[in-house]
Structure formats: C-alpha cells, structure tokens
C-alpha cells in the first residue's frame, strides 16, 4: 500500500510569507502528527490529529497550524515566516493515534527561509 | 511531560564490531518505546517498538533492545554492525498521541 505522501518535498520561501504543507496519510490511519526537524533541536512535535480535531500540540507558536479534512489528509500552516522556520516537516499517519500504534512517516518537507 | 535522551551523538565503529546505542526516557506512566532509524536521503523507519511482555524485543536487521523499567532504559543494540547501518538513530517514547524523540545518535560504519 502507498505510503505517507507529503508535498511539495522542496520549498524556499521569504521571511514574512506564509506557507502550507500537505500530507497524505495511508489509506485508513485516521491519525496524523506533524514533527519539525532541525539540527539544533531534533526532532519537535507541533501537532496531532485525529477525525478533524487536533488532540494535541506541541510548544510552538500561533504562527503554527493545522487542520485536518474528513478524508484524514492534513495541512499545515506557517504565517510570518521567520528565518528559524527553516526544516524538514515530517508527517506521520497511525492508525489511531494511541500510544500503543506504529507512526509511519513521510519523506517530508524541506522548508528553506530566506 | 515526558522525555529523551541519548547519549551518544556520534558513534564511529569498524564493520563486524557490536553496537549499543543508550537511550533513557523521563516519565512517570505507562509509555511505549520505540527506535527509528533514518538513513541518508530516506524517511524515518521504524527499527523495532516495545509496547508489553519480553523486555527483550528484536527487529528489523538484526536489531534488538531492552527495556529496563527500573533504569527507564531502551537501549538499542546489534551484535555485528554493517556499512549499511549507517544512519541516525532517534529513540522515542509515546505516552498518548504523540512521540517524544532523543536528540539522535549519528552512526557511520567504516568499511
């Protein structure tokens, strides 16, 4: 079965755009995660959703959303870009979404801020 | 909030030497483990999880760990490690709805 599919892989942007990441599940996972990865700070996680709600989120800030549609595919959003905003956004689809359920990842998004 | 670390960052073996990467996790509930391994130019792949039952657990590739609850450990290990292994390593622990990651732990293998 396909995997998790994120578009585009590749993106460069000027500070104090915005920016909105897609994510493709696989078929059935009605949970989807988003992670920011950065050399500095690792792998963070900025939010999760499950049937169009979020259920959590991480410590980032309000420039920083998401939303999720009824087919599970999810989009995120970046506004007033900052040159720090610069990483790979990985996505993850699990099935539920539990703690005790494999997160598969996409290849992720490599967002450039310039 | 939970949690990780690793520690080691970078870690050089020859081919056929073994490997133990540490990992240790900060909560206070029930979690579940899990190691990924993410290889140059590739997305993040799940190497082996721990969910219940034998602290033991073994994976892909000839990987396995062991939970150690008393010392809230996942130590990743592998008794002979290959060129291909190289890659990084990220541990990780799910307390519900969301994984917490180590900072990584680099590996090259020299062949």
């Known amino acids: 079965k396909a995997g998790v599919t994120q578009t585009p892989r590749y993106l460069i942007k000027t500070r104090g755009q915005q920016v909105t990441l897609s994510c493709s599940p696989i078929s059935g996972h009605r949970s989807v995660s988003w992670y920011q990865q950065t050399p500095g700070q690792g792998l963070q996680f900025l939010f999760e959703?499950?049937?169009?709600?979020?259920?959590n989120k991480g410590n980032f800030p309000g420039r920083f959303s998401g939303r999720q549609f009824s087919n599970s595919r999810s989009e995120m959003n970046v506004s007033t870009l900052e040159l720090g905003d610069s990483a790979l956004y990985l996505c993850?689809?699990?099935?539920?979404?539990?703690?005790?359920?494999?997160?598969?990842f996409g290849q992720g998004t490599r967002l450039t801020v310039v | 909030a939970q949690s990780v670390s690793q520690h080691n960052h970078h870690v050089i073996l020859s081919e056929a030497a073994s490997l133990e990467l540490g990992c240790n996790y900060s909560?206070?509930?029930?979690?579940?483990l899990f190691w990924y391994v993410q290889y140059p130019g590739q997305h993040l792949q799940l190497l082996l999880k721990?969910?219940?039952?034998?602290?033991l657990v073994k994976g892909i590739k000839g990987f396995e760990a062991e939970f150690i609850k008393s010392k809230f450990s996942f130590n990743l290990r592998k008794p002979s490690v290959q060129w291909s292994d190289t890659a990084e390593y990220f541990c990780?622990?799910?307390?519900?709805?969301?994984?917490?990651f180590g900072g990584g732990t680099r590996l090259m293998v020299k062949p």
């Open positions: 993850a689809s699990s099935l539920t979404g539990r703690r005790d359920t494999e997160a598969f």
């Open positions: 721990y969910f219940s039952g034998d602290p």
């Open positions: 909560y206070g509930g029930t979690v579940n």
């Open positions: 990780a622990v799910n307390a519900g709805n969301m994984l917490t």
């Open positions: 959703y499950f049937s169009e709600t979020q259920r």
